[in-house]
């Protein structure tokens, strides 16, 4: 996971906007800071899917400090975080059979396929 700051905004009649400073034109809005604040975890996701499949490089996160002195009048700021994923590559690996049988049993309880169970498991404990 890659993690971004956005910024709320709010101009007199209108709902509460989100910016993303390392991402000009991916903006979203909503009617309270909360309904604001979860449109832009969908934006910037959606916003990176195309990022990635238009084969481009993702930015490097600004800094909060560098992101306050720019945006002085924001309502708020805030983390979000997104997954840059790459295309998916086909590995073989050995796994004993029990371990097997509990990861795809735990995979389905989930909703998910074997491989992304295990591709999400990499990430939380890489922290990434």
């Given at each position: 996971m890659i993690n971004y700051i956005a910024v709320i905004h709010k101009d007199k009649g209108s709902e509460y906007g989100v910016s993303f400073p390392d991402f000009p034109g991916c903006i979203t809005a909503g009617k309270t800071i909360d309904e604001a604040k979860d449109m832009a975890q969908e934006a910037l996701q959606f916003h990176v899917e195309g990022i990635l499949e238009d084969?481009?490089?993702m930015p490097d996160p600004c800094g909060l400090e560098e992101i306050t002195k720019k945006y002085k009048n924001?309502?708020?700021?805030?983390?979000v975080s997104v997954t840059a994923k790459?295309?998916?590559?086909?590995?073989?690996?050995?796994?004993d059979?029990?371990?097997l049988e509990i990861l795809d049993r735990k995979s389905q309880e989930l909703g998910m396929t074997?491989?992304?169970?295990?591709?999400?498991?990499?990430?939380?404990e890489l922290h990434i």
């Open positions: 084969g481009e490089h924001a309502v708020a700021y805030f983390v790459s295309r998916s590559i086909r590995i073989n690996c050995t796994i059979e029990n371990l074997r491989s992304g169970f295990i591709a999400e498991a990499v990430r939380k």
